[in-house]
């Protein structure tokens, strides 16, 4: 049974930094690619980086590129996000997702690539 929690989110104000980070548990975490989505309530949930099983390619939106950073470290199945010059716009529940199905240089920005998903994390960013 694979597992995934999120961890690190919170309330920011624009501007600031925040690392969410993403613990993996069961299967074998250097065979997922692994990505980050985002969602606000009432609307679908949003791709938001990727990174392959390596950790030696990754994929961002448009709105987040240059400003976060998805890494994975595999000793340790872990994957994070580094957010910063965080935007009112950013404020969302984040995800950490793991897909198996993907080859090992591909990275997806479709939610149906991806077959686990932990709960959530909340950030908002708030003046």
């Known amino acids: 049974q694979v597992r995934l929690v999120e961890s690190g989110g919170g309330l920011v104000q624009p501007d600031d930094s925040l690392r969410l980070s993403c613990t993996v548990s069961g299967g074998t975490f250097n065979r997922y690619t692994m990505a980050w989505f985002r969602q606000l309530p009432g609307r679908e949930r949003e791709f938001v980086a990727a990174i392959v099983r390596t950790g030696e390619s990754t994929s961002y939106a448009d709105s987040v590129k240059g400003r976060f950073t998805i890494s994975r470290e595999n000793a340790e199945n872990m994957v994070y996000l580094e957010m910063k010059s965080l935007k009112f716009e950013d404020t969302a529940v984040y995800y950490c997702?793991?897909?198996?199905?993907?080859?090992?240089?591909?990275?997806?920005?479709?939610?149906?690539?991806?077959?686990?998903w932990g709960q959530g994390t909340q950030v908002t960013v708030a003046s």
């Open positions: 997702a793991a897909g198996t199905s993907l080859s090992v240089t591909y990275t997806s920005p479709w939610v149906r690539d991806y077959e686990y």
